[in-house]
């Protein structure tokens, strides 16, 4: 990979014939069009004209050159003759530019490159995009096309897409909708009107409402032909009209869905139906396809969630938190992150063993291979694992060694990722470095935005660990990612006094990381309040300057920032004094809000779920699948554990991975599945209808066929996706032999039903599975439901165990739900208490020893100190 960093301005080449090749231009003025028409026929139809009047036709040659011809002087003639000539090539060649772009405009794309052609073919693609709209060049345009690029459903829809279908087929079918009818549960976008001179486009639209000015071509295959209200329609993506109202894709932020005035019975499913999540919040409180680009935050968050889901069950997130997750796991770049962290851990470890001082980092950026720190001032030897660039000013990891952060222990604890720069690299900046008040300017509601995905990453990434929150107009309740490191307040004035107070209290002011007590805070303000003399004052004897352990950002510009962030409408984030120019990282409270629901999800138990002996319910499954069919079974799609399809013996061309996630999604959803949903879920990012088809086929062919030769991937007569009869789901044979289990008659057929059922489970559900992958079923709830249930069961079979005299079965049992949730502290109570039984004091000794382990630092529950104490007085007094 190339060494360009942030601090570039020279565009990518490639990048930039992309943009010139596909960008579909905007919508010109009357007075363009005139221009346009005049300028077109002046050319060509005028310039051969005034060519004649002059007296210098095309000249043709009459006869055949001799040697001599070539051999004598050239005269003035001559030369003219030669002028002329390329005149009336650069006139041919223009009217070939000119044909191939009336041609390419009528099919509705853009015409290939004419050799040589350069900047004639450019003029004639502006003339003639003129005359289109004058309509002297209209034709059949209605039979225009864009590039054959299906618009699948992201996995936020994807999930109700199933019942759309089962609903539009069950209701009859209606009189043709008018245009606003159409648009109802949708996300639209209304063509504003032209502002000095800027005229809406679809490349900008998809910009700024998908994150992706390529994915234009979505929107248009989404409203292409669809009646507007003026009467027209759209034919060609370069030809939009302002009041146009186009249907977005479902991923698309910063919009609001179309609500319907009123709706009977029947039509309410449908539109029901078409509705994938809640409606959005408004443009104010939305940011643009937040998660598309958000891979460090993503991984951050997702961290959170998974060290609070380690200590138990918890409940079932709301539907909008589930939605949250999706995106988040599809968006969350863990490789960089996890890159990032070790890189940061080899760092500390280097200047350790070196006796050196850290350098000065102010920026740091990470793609999928490389982290780059930039420097000020230069450092140009560079520590062990490091190689220095540009003298020094930039310094690459180059280490093997990776191994993670220790708690505590980041060189950098103030380090946030600001967003993406062109190359598609996350840009971090450290907020100690600044010196003094970091400003985000720029549209108040979307610096917000800025400011709470800072205060996120500062309570979340795995480098800041040592960092403290202070919030200021905060989205509330944001301390319930750390009550221990987030604090809200509304006094901002007295909480940085004391933050000047501790501060003070620890010493001086720390200008180097090295001398740091390893295990000493850092701390953040993040303020969505203008700033007071007062607290900038406080600040700038806080910081003064130098790298500090304090830090602060502000929304809206203030004369003692010393670093001055700005973003526009469009969501781009500058820093000149840094040289960084990236798309921002936003968090609008919608967001906020479903990623503090996931939290406390997971940190509180609901067993209120309407079971027996308040038992968890168990779910019919749909295909019943007892202990005899389980083992009879030569196909088996197994998802409690690592995901495997055993019995599949086709190719897979290296894509197992990819055709296991398609086979589990069909397997989860037996009635059934149209392949756009099928796409939808698995794919959603976006797939071509062609890639789909071919990796369905893959799939077919790898699952093989039945005893008739029948494929087990079949087809029913509405061209939805389903598994045969042959093919079984561990999760369906699960519940089955659990349900049984609750039916028995007596205890022992009750532990004997539910050890087979805890000897299917192999570990984690979806363990293993990649990046982005399974999103689906975590937005569906089924991960939590297959993990709630498991435990649930392990616990019962421990009772029962225990009540047996059979400590080594209970704790085997206990096992099993420990390898789900390894900080379960009532298992941990089942495991003591059956040592205790089996070995005594020691045993409970040696569980207690692995249950600290598993915690990490986490404090015992109440609880579980008693049941210490009431086993083990000793040990219980050496905890204390």
Known sequence: MDDKTTHDTAPDASRFERLVDDRPVHEPSPREKAFSAVGLLALVIGLPVLLLVLGAPPPIPTSVPSLGDFARQLGVEDLITVLVAVVWLVWLLFIVCVVMEIIAARRGGLASRVPGAGPLQHLARILVGGLLVTGLVAGPAQAATAVDTAAQPTVAASVMAEQQLDLVEDVPEAPVASADDSLVGKKVYTVQAPV?????????????????????KE???????????????????RLIQPGWDFIMPEDASGLERVAAPSATPATADVQGADQASATAADAADSSTAWWTGAGLLAAGVLGAVAVARRSGIGRRPDDDALDTEALLRVAASQARSALLEAALAQLARAAESQGSTLPSVYSVTVDDENVDLRLAPAMPEALPGWEAHEGGERWRYVAEDRRELEPGTSPYPALVSLGLDDLGRDVLIDLEAAGGIVSVGGDDALAAQVTNAIAVQAATSPWSGSMVVVGAGLPDGLQALDDERVTLTDDLASVVDEVAHVVGAEGEPLVGRTSRRPLGSSYLIASSYPLSEDVAATMGRLTG???????????????????RLSIDENGTLSAPQLGITVSAHRLSEREVAGVLELVSAARETDRGLGGDDDRLPVSEPPRRVDAAAWAAAQQRVMLLGSVEVAGADGPTDGRSELLAEI??????HPG??????LAGAVWPRGISADVRDANIERARRWLGTDAQDAPLLAEDADGRLLLGPEVVLDWDAFRTLVRDARRAANARDEIDGLKRALHIVRGVPLRHAGPGTYAWAHREGTVHEMTALIVDSAERLVELLGDDGDPD????????GLGLVPAHQGLWRDVIRQRHARDGAGGVAAAVARLREALGGEPLEAPTEELIAELNPRQHLDLA
């Open 672 to 677: 059934g599945v149209h392949p756009t949903v």
């Open 663 to 668: 086979l589990a999604y069909l397997a989860l």
């Open 219 to 237: 929107i248009y295959e989404l409203n292409k032909d669809r009646l507007q209200p003026d009467g027209g329609r759209l034919e060609l993506a």
């Open 545 to 563: 300057g130098e790298r500090r352990a304090v830090s602060m950002v502000t929304v809206g510009d203030h004369p003692a920032a010393r670093w």
């Open 196 to 216: 000095n001179g800027y005229h809406d486009n679809l490349w900008d639209i998809a910009e700024r409402h998908l994150g992706d000015g390529f994915r234009y």
């Open 809 to 816: 079965g209970a704790i085997a049992a206990a096992e099993v």
